[in-house]
């Protein structure tokens, strides 16, 4: 019922113009938002819903536009040579193993048969030297104009930590910290690419904003645990996407369940199913879990991500399930 009613109401509106469908006991609410009110769509739509079995009353409320609108569009973007696709990996809050997904997520996306590039964004703590295995070396240029990408893995990548001391904290603030992932982006020979994958800063400030308008981002995969906590922080990641005109390709739970390494049993330790509700909500794709599991840790410390370390692993074939996804969505 739910569907037709909703098939009904988007033949009259736009996606955008319908704010909420509401449906309780018989009665329909569909809220519209900025939208001028038609009398002779409200009754045609109106006598159209009741046609469905069941339904006794259907209201048409409009409301005024969102207040927040979308961001003015920034002015010259960023090229990134020989790169086809950009998504770009991002949390609300950090700590939620969006490099950990970021890092797998790329080696899943090789394993598609396309060709990744993945570069750490992440200015307040790369880890992606750490996670591939090349900390503490220094990228090497050929022409001195422009540093040849790390070819370590199955993967070309790039790190913000190259230029950043890791035990020494250095607090870039905004276009100190863009100019320097810019430069870093653009003077790097990437190859041909079909897909970069950026491990975005996490959060939803005016940095990350700036990288959303600058760079042409095809689509944000959102990381988030299944605690409330970070469920809201990622929401308004959601929410700043979506300002900024980047659709989201959807979200991932990490640290879905705990699996014990001894036995295999499960437990729900943060409660589980949280994120793929908040999905739904928000009308965005849920793109899958990921569980906590210490051999997922101790590889990415190793630098040998799980993808790379267990290829059979069920872990691998999670993440390899998620890059399906998210290849298909691109296309
Ligand atoms: N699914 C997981 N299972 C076990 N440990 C994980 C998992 N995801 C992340 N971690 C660990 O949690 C810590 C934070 O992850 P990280 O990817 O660095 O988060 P972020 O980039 O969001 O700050 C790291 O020590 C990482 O190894
Ligand atoms: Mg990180």
């Known amino acids: ?24 006991n018989g009665r329909v609410i569909v809220t519209l938002q900025n939208v001028a009110e038609d009398r ?6 109106e006598n159209e819903i009741k046609q469905i079995p069941g339904i006794q009353k259907v209201s048409v409320i409009y409301t005024a536009a969102k207040k927040t609108l ?7 973007k960023w090229v990134v040579q020989g790169v086809k696709k950009i998504i770009a990996v991002a949390s609300g809050k950090g700590g939620v193993g969006k490099s950990t997904t970021a890092v797998n997520l790329a080696l899943a996306l090789a394993n598609h048969r396309q060709k990744i590039a993945l570069f750490d964004a992440d200015i307040y703590g790369p880890s992606i030297p ?4 090349y900390e503490g070396i220094a990228p090497i240029s050929y022409d001195g104009k422009t540093f040849e990408a790390f070819d370590y893995a199955s993967i070309k990548s790039m790190s913000i930590g190259t230029l950043i001391d890791r035990n ?20 790097v020979n990437w190859g041909e690419i079909d897909i970069m994958v950026i491990d975005m800063p996490p959060g939803t400030g005016d940095i990350q904003i700036t990288l959303s308008q600058k760079l ?8 988030s645990t299944p605690q409330d906590i970070a469920l809201i922080d990622a929401v308004k990641g959601v929410n700043m996407f979506s300002r900024v005109n980047v659709p989201i390709l959807g979200v991932i739970e990490n640290m879905s369940y705990y699996v014990c390494p001894h036995c295999g049993a499960r437990a729900d330790i943060f409660g589980h199913a949280g994120a793929q509700q908040t999905a739904e909500k928000l009308g965005v794709p ?15 410390d190793n630098g040998t991500p799980i993808v790379m370390a ?10 390899e399930d998620i890059a399906a996804k998210i290849i298909a969505e691109l296309e």
């Open 1 to 24: 019922m739910e569907e037709d009613i909703k098939a009904i109401v988007g033949k009259y509106f736009a996606p955008e113009e319908i704010e909420n469908i509401g449906i309780f």
């Open 40 to 45: 002779e769509k409200n009754t045609n739509l």
């Open 70 to 76: 979308p961001l003015k569009q920034e002015e010259g």
């Open 168 to 187: 020494t904290p250095l607090i870039w603030r905004g276009a100190k910290a863009c100019g320097a992932i810019e430069q870093l982006l653009t003077e």
């Open 216 to 223: 042409n981002i095809d689509g944000a995969v959102i990381v």
């Open 130 to 133: 750490t996670m591939l295995g």
């Open 310 to 319: 267990e290829p059979e692993s069920p872990f691998t074939k999670a993440y």
């Open 286 to 300: 849920f793109l899958g879990e990921i569980p906590l599991h210490i051999d997922i840790r101790s590889n990415a």
